[in-house]
């Protein structure tokens, strides 16, 4: 079964080994990496793992503001995605962590019975506390997270899509796939949730002219999750701030973003099944001739940029502010202070 993933990156270096070699452990058999204007040797990382065969590398061909969507117009034509049997579309903070079987894509595939798409709703995973970056697997430091049903005070979540060869697509989303226009009611795919269940109609037939992408996360997670570690440590927040949104210009990320992702409510280790096996397999990956030493250059890049920042007060006081937010997000805030109530 030929499985492609397909991201985009800008300055993600440090992270890169970790989920090329999740994705190995899991069934992913190709990588399409799209990046962008990157300083940290993200770019030179990738060029030579490319050259061992373990991904393909291309710059962002975007024109545009929308990067993501412009990189994915173009891999719906490149040869790795067209003769895939799936597709997977994610970022490289997101790892899919399957329940089923012996934990891989084809077992989450074959238990929702052979789908034409899989939708796996989001966990997002909080920092709790952590301050520094640290040269170790993202999975393996960080697993509390919010209530798996609720998110910021919202029961709909939203997802992210494995897609089949044989979807009747029009264009892939970022989140999910979108019908061709012109499909019957018979005609239109076979899709479910990470419990096998048929996702909701209205989200299949994008009834919603914000291009739906999430609905309820009840009962949908039980034989996938989507980790999505979009805090980290806090060092490395702030360098995410300063590198902006790989996937949109002009979008940066607040206190709001960090405190709706910060809720420590709720422990889930179930990715640490893979642990021993994705050091294995991050350290086979360094074997290979330049990989470790580039690396290496991406983790200083990375911490030389936080310590750059930190010399702007600006910078010291927001990340400070970070450090000190309450792990609640701003509406829940909102709600208790309404109520009357206490967030003791």
Known sequence: MRITAVTCVK?????????IAYNRLI?????????NDCTDGTDDLLDALARHGIVQHLPNPARGRNLQMEALADAARHPIVREADWVWIADVDEFLNIHAGDHTIPALIGACDA??????????????????????????????THNPDIWC???????????RRDFPLHYYGAHRPFLASDLSEAQRPVWTDGSGRPVPHRFLVAANAR???????????????????????????MVKIDRGD???????????????????????QSI????????????????????????????QQHRNRHDHLMKDPG??????????????????????????????
């Open 315 to 344: 910078l010291r006081a927001a990340r400070a502010q970070l450090r000190d937010a309450p792990t609640i997000s701003p509406a829940e805030a909102e709600l208790i202070q309404t109520l009357g109530l206490s967030t003791g």
């Open 246 to 268: 790989v996937n949109r210009e002009h979008r940066s990320f607040d206190d709001t973003y960090w405190r709706e992702r910060n809720d420590q409510s709720w422990q889930d």
């Open 211 to 237: 291009r739906i992408r999430r609905y309820p996360a009840a009962g949908a997670r039980k034989h996938a999750t989507l980790n999505h570690y979009a805090l980290r440590s806090l060092d490395s927040f």
């Open 27 to 35: 069934g992913v058999t190709g990588h399409l990496f799209y990046s």
């Open 272 to 299: 640490l099944r893979h642990a021993p096996a994705l050091r294995s397999e991050i350290k086979h990956l360094k074997t290979l001739s330049e990989i470790s030493s580039l690396h290496d250059i991406c983790v």
């Open 11 to 19: 300055n993600e270096g440090p992270f890169l080994l970790e989920w």
């Open 153 to 163: 005070g919202e029961t709909a979540i939203e997802v992210k899509t494995l897609v």
């Open 115 to 144: 789908p034409q798409a899989i939708s796996v709703t989001f966990q997002f995973f909080a920092n709790a506390g952590a301050e520094q970056y640290v040269d170790k697997p993202v999975t393996e430091q960080f697993v509390w």
